[in-house]
């Protein structure tokens, strides 16, 4: 399964596909694979996007005005995928879609198209017993949050549910930039190395180069959203080659840091 | 998912606390005005001809709608945890209000998230809310009302879950909330039930009350669920038409989803995405319903019909000329279903309206839809 991570550490970068449409979604996600980037989340815009913050919001609205959906971000998913054969590729959605179209459905499209796996973001895992069957029908990973709130005993239920990695929230929040890791990140990914050997990647908030190295310390991958989104957004008509850039000085820090530890 | 098992197993902790309830009873007494009363309305009765019409009066208890049964059970809970910030959305104002007042007595921080088209045409209660030291936040994303609102809510309850208690006001939401707040309300039921037999000797043949997320009428519903020969009925949003984004009636044209953490009926497009919602009255205006009503309407146990804007406008007008009631737009829907129904039914039978809230919220949209001053 292509969901491996390559270099420490390895790089999660997030799209809101359809802003500003599905075609340069697709260049923007081949620019960041060709930049340095392991695996894609392909994010799928949600009228009530409650666990975002403005930046991917604002994404979402722009992306609906002109109907992207669930099915529209499969068949880019496929697109992508004859590409790029070893980048991992995850869904990443609000449940709400997903459950319109089929759970059953949902994984037989994504995995013909050659998807590795999900992450339904408000689907916790004490509800999630017919979709891991689903995903696990279909040989898909699904990924799960991880929140520095958790206790103990629920990180135990995530890491069992989980495939792939699981995905450390930094803080309490919402997506979004902000200028300090909060030192809930470390305790937290500490905490999940105690009840999982899959891989950690640690998300929410991280824009520069310095947390990427920072969270690249601690974490095994490193989880770019809204960073890239507000790339995308600030950079009409050249797009794909402002996430491409981007995403290579981030990258940038994995060869430093994997040179160091030779 | 922490801070909601920390609020069920607080919950729980509550329910068998006999100093819990006795103090949540002394309150609702002495600072919200319980038990409220339930009036035989006998000029609506004879208008109608049919059905003997009695109303439950929620819209007498302090702040002015039924909201505060579930606030001040919230607010005890809030001191229990020991947290000291409160949030929660508002759709017509009487949540928020409702929590400001409780917010107020208890000595909390409050902030409430109201959505901006919600504010513009509920401006009294912002300025009830703002008046009782609670800061309102206008939320501009999406359609600026009621559901738009929850998700700013939202978004503030997992950034600050820590010391914020997120006080929602309806049956809606993540467990514990549908049941915790629906056994708040289920005082209306559980008076109107013993009311209702003291003054007439016998049960109702039918319950009615508007949904919007289905507080008020889970709250009269509840404790009349096992005497089957009583009716329940809930009336939605039937806004300005049966068009998906013109209307608010989830049985009519909404089908199974999950939004902001709760499994019930949604109004969506063909994607997956939640639908825009009408109604004049903006407490019915949500593209979702509490799961218990869902459950009881696929029991077949209750029904839910709508009831229009302009129906509900009219009936406004014909409860404050016949009983000198003004009611809230949302109960107005239940005052419409009635108008229809109780001239079919026998002199012999009874019908109860909960009338949810009082109108006064409302004069500004009154004012813009009849043709009065």
């Known amino acids: ?95 709400n879609p997903i459950l319109r179209m089929g759970l059953g459905k949902f994984c037989k499209v994504a995995r013909a198209a050659g998807v590795d796996g999900a992450l339904v973001t408000d689907l916790p895992v004490e509800e999630a017993g017919e979709y891991l069957r689903a995903m696990r029908e279909y040989d898909l990973a699904p990924v799960f949050l ?72 601690f974490a095994d991958a490193v989880v770019v959203g809204s960073a890239i989104v507000e790339t995308v957004e600030r950079n009409r008509g050249r797009e794909a080659a402002a996430v491409g850039e981007f995403v290579r000085k981030l990258t940038a820090v994995s060869s430093e840091l994997s040179a160091a530890a030779r | 998912m922490a801070a909601l098992e920390e609020l069920e197993r607080e919950y729980a902790r509550a329910k068998r606390d006999k100093k819990f309830h006795a103090r949540l009873d002394e309150l609702l007494k002495t600072y919200a005005g319980r038990p409220t009363p339930l009036f035989f309305a006998r000029r609506l009765t ?127 939401g993540a467990h514990p909330y549908p049941t915790m707040v629906r056994d708040f309300h289920r005082v209306i039921g559980r008076e109107a039930r013993a009311q209702i037999l003291k003054a007439e000797g016998k049960l109702p043949a039918a319950i009615i009350a508007c ?36 209307h608010a009636a989830r049985f009519r044209g909404g089908s199974p989803g999950v939004l902001q953490g709760t499994y019930s009926y949604v109004l969506q497009d063909s994607g997956g995405q939640i639908a825009l919602t009408h109604s004049v009255s903006a407490g019915l205006d949500y593209p979702s319903i509490g799961p218990e009503h869902a459950a009881l309407r696929d029991a077949g146990r209750a029904e839910y019909v709508p009831a229009s804007d302009a129906e509900a406008l009219e009936a406004t007008t014909v409860l404050a000329r016949t009983e000198g009631i003004i009611p809230a737009l949302e109960s107005a829907h239940a005052v419409a279903e009635c108008i229809k129904r109780a001239p079919k039914m026998k002199k012999s039978e009874i019908v109860i309206v909960n009338v949810s809230g009082r109108g006064d919220k409302d004069v500004g949209i009154l004012r813009e839809n009849l043709k009065i001053d």
């Open chain 1, 146 to 217: 991880a929140a520095p709130t958790s206790p103990d005993e629920r990180l135990r239920r995530i890491a069992e549910a989980s495939r792939g990695f699981v995905y450390a929230v930094s803080r309490t929040g919402v997506t979004g930039q902000r200028q300090q890791l909060a030192e809930d990140a470390r305790k937290l990914v500490k905490r999940l190395r105690r009840v999982t050997k899959l891989p950690v990647a640690l998300g929410f908030g991280i824009s520069t180069a310095e947390q990427f190295a920072e969270v690249g310390e």
């Open chain 2, 46 to 172: 004879e208008k109608l001809g049919g059905a003997k019409i009695y109303l439950k009066r929620e819209d007498l208890l302090h702040t002015g709608a039924h909201k505060i049964n579930n606030c001040l059970g919230q607010a005890l809970l809030v001191e229990r945890m020991g947290k000291h910030r409160v949030i929660a959305e508002t759709g017509a104002g009487q949540h928020g209000v409702a929590t400001a007042t409780v917010c107020a007595l208890m000595g909390f921080e409050c902030v409430v998230y109201m959505g901006t088209e919600d504010m513009r045409r509920q401006e009294l209660n912002v300025f009830r809310m703002r008046l009782l030291g609670a800061e309102v936040r206008g939320v501009e994303s999406g359609s600026r009302t009621l559901k738009d609102a929850i998700n700013e809510a939202m978004r503030d309850w997992v950034t600050n879950v820590r010391t914020t208690h997120y006080l929602l006001g309806s049956v809606l």
């Open chain 2, 211 to 246: 949904v919007g997320g289905g507080s008020n009428s889970i709250g009269i519903f509840y404790d009349f669920i096992n005497d089957k020969k009583v009716r329940l009925i809930g009336v939605e949003a039937g806004g300005r038409g049966e068009a998906l984004g013109d």
């Open chain 1, 1 to 95: 399964m292509p969901l491996t991570f390559y270099k420490k550490p390895a790089m999660v970068a997030y799209v809101t596909c359809g802003d500003p449409d599905l075609a340069t979604t697709r260049e923007i996600v081949l620019a960041a694979i060709e930049a340095g980037a392991d695996v894609i989340e392909l994010g799928v815009p949600f009228s009530d996007p409650v666990a975002d913050g403005p930046v991917i919001q604002r994404a979402s609205e722009r992306a609906l005005k002109h109907g992207t959906s669930l099915g529209q971000v499969l068949t880019l998913a496929a697109e992508v995928r004859q590409h790029a054969q070893s980048t991992g590729l995850i869904i990443f959605s609000y449940l």
